[in-house]
């Protein structure tokens, strides 16, 4: 039968509930269990797909085409384990869900109410993860213990344990344990209440993992384990990492968390030995040297908002044995300081994706600059249309190109609506997403980096390159290099008389692990690597 663990947090949001539960299943998935991740978000809305990143950060998108939030980023980074579209839940789902089945009347006129309607619904969202040869499904929920959102999810999981047997249910509850300087002391009262808060619903966690600055007193742990009514072995203590998160695992080993788990379910388990990522730890914390590499973007200031861009090119460094240096730079800055002045210490160009006219010039203006010095470039998704857009200009002379998306009157729409999308009206879930095939152009950049012809990527975009303007661009040395078959769109393009210029419509930092770094990252790292060390 199939175990279930429910990953909860309390006192603050923000803890790492996405990196702890990412890696409780790199650990079970390397002591010999086929495990699933999901993610309920207490949130009103249906998806991620609409919201600011400013508010969400991005949104991670699955190979079946599903917005999602971004701890899925963190799921399959750690496990390289597809998520799909039972892997991310959101209470406007659910509740949107109930209201359609009581409009169509699958309720038989009665009457519809939080419980059990929609906490069945969420429990039907929970066995949804599981497949015939799951072992173990974990599942986060968003959000903090004592939100209101979120009480109908963690009722929704008290039930669970009845329905398939508490034996077969492991709680997790993550927590804070603040320091206090001008006390000088640990305090536990903040995990004694948000524990207390789990207690009244009906919850009583098996496993207390307490985010700390510092290491936990054996007499602070003996006070956790007392009050919050949790064996001590099983107060787990999550300390700040020194270099990176993907040594977060090698902590909860450190308490033997597989084997806490493994007692708890009554699963066999084997010691995880974890040597690929042994080996990327002792290199992070051992460079052969350091690289810079600017990110040119409208959400700079934000972590989040280009969470796996930032992933991405970290495991690029790790592939070369390099740390990276990333510089945050805004796009508006260039607009008014210029290129050169914010870009001159940088050693490769990134341009990501984005929405809104915002920004857009000094995104153009910086793939300028690496264009015409020289400077490796990688652009993703609205990163390639600037590229298109920089080339039209710059080099075929048609001064007043842009994209339909943000000028209808360019007399060069180089990037223009799909056919198919101009009758859309509902923005949520209609851009082509998920993963399509791109065809490799032989001898291309594109295709040394992927050592394939043929491979599939993850969309998440509305404008394309206009084909009409092809032969235009090839003639100018604009090389396509990748194209979907099915349609004819163009997925890549490249310069030929250019160290690394790339730029692809799709989105391949989603596809980059740490230990298996993607092509494109891996290639674009080397190249600007070696433009550091040359200059």
Same mark, same amino acid.
């Given at each position: 039968?199939?175990?279930?663990?429910?990953?909860?947090?309390? !006192?603050?949001? %923000?803890?790492?509930? &996405?990196?702890?539960?990412?890696?409780? *299943? =790199?650990?079970?998935? #390397? @002591?010999?269990?086929?495990?699933?991740?999901?993610?309920?978000?207490?949130?009103?809305?249906?998806?991620?797909?609409?919201?600011?990143?400013?508010?969400?950060?991005?949104?991670?998108?699955?190979?079946?085409?599903?917005?999602?939030?971004?701890?899925?980023?963190?799921?399959?980074?750690?496990?390289?384990?597809?998520?799909?579209?039972?892997?991310?839940?959101?209470?406007?789902?659910?509740?949107?869900?109930?209201?359609?089945?009581?409009?169509?009347?699958?309720?038989?006129?009665?009457?519809?109410?939080?419980?059990?309607?929609?906490?069945?619904?969420?429990?039907?969202?929970?066995?949804?993860?599981?497949?015939?040869?799951?072992? !173990?499904?974990? %599942?986060?929920?968003? &959000?903090?213990?004592?939100?209101?959102? *979120? =009480?109908?999810?963690? #009722? @929704?999981?008290?039930?669970?344990?009845?329905?398939?047997?508490?034996?077969?249910?492991?709680?997790?509850?993550?927590?804070?344990?603040?320091?206090?300087?001008?006390?000088?002391?640990?305090?536990?009262?903040?995990?004694?209440?948000?524990?207390?808060?789990?207690?009244?619903?009906?919850?009583?966690?098996?496993?207390?993992?307490?985010?700390?600055?510092?290491?936990?007193?054996?007499?602070?742990?003996?006070?956790?384990?007392?009050?919050?009514?949790?064996?001590?072995?099983?107060?787990?203590?999550?300390?700040?990492?020194?270099?990176?998160?993907?040594?977060?695992?090698?902590?909860?080993?450190?308490?033997?968390?597989?084997?806490?788990?493994?007692?708890?379910?009554?699963?066999?388990?084997?010691?995880?030995?974890?040597?690929?990522?042994?080996?990327?730890?002792?290199?992070?914390?051992?460079?052969?040297?350091?690289?810079?590499?600017?990110?040119?973007?409208?959400?700079?200031?934000?972590?989040?908002?280009?969470?796996?861009?930032?992933?991405?090119?970290?495991?690029?460094?790790?592939?070369?044995?390099?740390?990276?240096?990333?510089?945050?730079?805004?796009?508006?800055?260039?607009?008014?300081?210029?290129?050169?002045?914010?870009?001159?210490?940088?050693?490769?160009?990134?341009?990501?994706?984005?929405?809104?006219?915002?920004?857009?010039?000094?995104?153009?203006?910086?793939?300028?600059?690496?264009?015409?010095?020289?400077?490796?470039?990688?652009?993703?998704?609205?990163?390639?249309?600037?590229?298109?857009?920089?080339?039209?200009?710059?080099?075929?002379?048609?001064?007043?190109?842009?994209?339909?998306?943000?000028?209808?009157?360019?007399?060069?729409?180089?990037?223009?609506?799909?056919?198919?999308?101009?009758?859309?009206?509902?923005?949520?879930?209609?851009?082509?997403?998920?993963?399509?095939?791109?065809?490799?152009?032989?001898?291309?950049?594109?295709?040394?980096?992927?050592?394939?012809?043929?491979?599939?990527?993850?969309?998440?975009?509305?404008?394309?390159?206009?084909?009409?303007?092809?032969?235009?661009?090839?003639?100018?040395?604009?090389?396509?290099?990748?194209?979907?078959?099915?349609?004819?769109?163009?997925?890549?393009?490249?310069?030929?008389?250019?160290?690394?210029?790339?730029?692809?419509?799709?989105?391949?930092?989603?596809?980059?692990?740490?230990?298996?770094?993607?092509?494109?990252?891996?290639?674009?790292?080397?190249?600007?690597?070696?433009?550091?060390?040359?200059?």
């Amino acid at each position: 039968m199939t175990k279930y663990i429910f990953i909860t947090g309390g !006192v603050i949001s %923000s803890l790492g509930k &996405g990196l702890t539960a990412a890696s409780i *299943g =790199l650990i079970l998935k #390397e @002591a010999g269990l086929k495990i699933k991740l999901q993610k309920f978000d207490p949130y009103l809305n249906i998806d991620p797909g609409t919201m600011n990143p400013y508010q969400h950060g991005e949104v991670y998108v699955t190979y079946d085409g599903t917005e999602t939030d971004l701890d899925l980023g963190h799921y399959e980074r750690f496990t390289d384990i597809d998520a799909d579209f039972n892997s991310n839940f959101t209470a406007g789902w659910i509740y949107n869900e109930v209201i359609n089945a009581e409009r169509k009347g699958e309720f038989l006129g009665g009457t519809i109410q939080v419980i059990p309607h929609i906490t069945n619904k969420i429990n039907e969202c929970v066995r949804k993860a599981a497949t015939r040869n799951t072992d !173990v499904v974990i %599942s986060e929920i968003g &959000g903090t213990v004592g939100d209101i959102e *979120g =009480l109908p999810f963690l #009722e @929704a999981i008290r039930q669970f344990s009845h329905d398939v047997g508490r034996e077969n249910v492991c709680y997790i509850h993550l927590t804070l344990v603040p320091y206090i300087k001008v006390a000088g002391e640990i305090k536990t009262k903040p995990t004694q209440q948000s524990v207390g808060r789990l207690r009244e619903i009906g919850i009583i966690p098996d496993i207390l993992i307490a985010r700390t600055d510092r290491k936990l007193t054996k007499a602070a742990r003996k006070k956790i384990s007392l009050f919050c009514n949790v064996d001590e072995k099983c107060v787990v203590e999550e300390k700040d990492v020194d270099h990176s998160i993907y040594e977060v695992p090698f902590i909860l080993m450190e308490y033997n968390i597989h084997k806490l788990i493994g007692k708890r379910l009554n699963l066999k388990v084997r010691k995880p030995r974890l040597t690929q990522w042994r080996n990327m730890i002792h290199n992070i914390i051992n460079p052969a040297g350091e690289v810079n590499i600017a990110v040119v973007g409208k959400y700079s200031e934000l972590q989040d908002a280009y969470k796996s861009i930032y992933e991405a090119l970290y495991h690029g460094g790790f592939a070369s044995g390099y740390k990276v240096n990333i510089m945050k730079v805004f796009a508006e800055k260039i607009e008014k300081q210029g290129a050169k002045k914010l870009l001159k210490d940088a050693s490769g160009i990134l341009v990501p994706g984005g929405f809104g006219q915002r920004g857009l010039q000094g995104k153009i203006k910086a793939i300028q600059y690496a264009r015409e010095n020289s400077i490796p470039f990688f652009g993703i998704c609205l990163g390639m249309q600037c590229a298109v857009i920089e080339f039209a200009r710059n080099v075929l002379k048609f001064r007043k190109a842009d994209t339909t998306e943000q000028n209808k009157k360019t007399p060069y729409p180089v990037i223009s609506l799909l056919e198919e999308q101009k009758q859309v009206k509902n923005l949520g879930g209609t851009m082509r997403l998920g993963a399509y095939t791109c065809r490799l152009k032989k001898g291309s950049k594109a295709s040394a980096a992927y050592r394939a012809g043929i491979v599939k990527e993850r969309h998440r975009h509305r404008y394309e390159f206009n084909n009409a303007y092809k032969k235009q661009f090839q003639k100018a040395g604009l090389i396509i290099s990748g194209i979907e078959p099915k349609r004819n769109l163009v997925e890549i393009v490249e310069l030929r008389d250019h160290p690394w210029f790339i730029a692809c419509q799709f989105h391949p930092e989603f596809k980059s692990r740490p230990t298996n770094a993607h092509p494109l990252f891996r290639d674009f790292l080397k190249t600007s690597i070696e433009n550091s060390t040359s200059s």
